[in-house]
């Protein structure tokens, strides 16, 4: 079946522009994810979302970051006023539902941000 | 969640089985163990996961020691498109749902 899609899968972005990045989970899942890697490293988490709620947001790094997922399936991970350490991989996941015990967290392929 | 130690690179050559250790000693008894890769410039795929059992999947096989405190993941006949960074991962789920990454294991499969 169709994995988690994200797009753009590449983002070019001058100093200062806002950017829009969306995820398409898998259909049905209830739990989305959205993470930043630098380069070099692995990915650190962002916020989590369990349908329309988001739940937590305390890896957002700052107030520039805002995301949402208003009818609790695509979500939209926008940043305001980009600067360039913001320029990452930004990774979306989703899992079927926040219940007993471990669920295992599909990722998209990501959207490449390049800050100028 | 409990940290986990890997090698930082690791070689294997093409065909044969490639044995990637994960020490996570300080975990707890309900966190599982979870495997997952990321090829260049892919999102990480999920592998593996277990809890106490040996597992095995089409993709690998997962040992995990009786007192819990290291894992082996298995990939039995590695071939070049096996190339990628391998991340173990400690999470119990419920509110533990943050996946914590640390830098993986670059595996190179050699022709």
């Known amino acids: 079946g169709a994995g988690v899609s994200q797009s753009p899968r590449y983002k070019v972005a001058k100093r200062g522009q806002d950017v829009a990045l969306r995820c398409d989970p898998i259909s049905g899942h209830v739990s989305l994810f959205w993470y930043q890697q630098a380069l070099g490293q692995g990915p650190e988490f962002l916020t989590y979302?369990?349908?329309?709620?988001?739940?937590?947001k305390s890896g957002l790094p700052s107030d520039r970051f805002f995301a949402e997922r208003p009818e609790g399936s695509v979500s939209t991970l926008k940043i305001q006023r980009t600067q360039q350490e913001d320029s990452a991989v930004y990774l979306c996941?989703?899992?079927?539902?926040?219940?007993?015990?471990?669920?295992?967290?599909?990722f998209g392929p990501g959207t490449r941000l390049l800050v100028l | 969640d409990a940290k986990t130690t890997q090698p930082p690179s690791m070689d294997c050559a093409e065909g044969r089985a490639a044995n990637l250790p994960c020490n996570h000693s300080?975990?707890?008894?309900?966190?599982?163990v979870y495997w997952y890769r990321q090829i260049h410039s892919q999102g990480p795929q999920y592998i593996i996961h277990?809890?106490?059992n040996n597992e095995t999947n089409e993709m690998a096989s997962l040992i995990i020691t009786e007192d819990r405190k290291s894992s082996t993941l298995i990939l039995p006949h590695a071939t070049l498109r096996d190339t990628a960074v391998y991340y173990c991962?400690?999470?119990?789920?419920?509110?533990?749902?943050?996946?914590?990454f640390g830098k993986g294991t670059l595996l190179t499969v050699n022709p």
């Open positions: 277990g809890l106490k």
């Open positions: 996941a989703s899992s079927l539902e926040r219940g007993q015990g471990a669920e295992t967290q599909y």
């Open positions: 300080t975990i707890s008894g309900n966190e599982y």
């Open positions: 979302f369990q349908n329309e709620a988001q739940l937590d």
């Open positions: 991962i400690v999470n119990s789920g419920g509110s533990n749902y943050k996946l914590t």
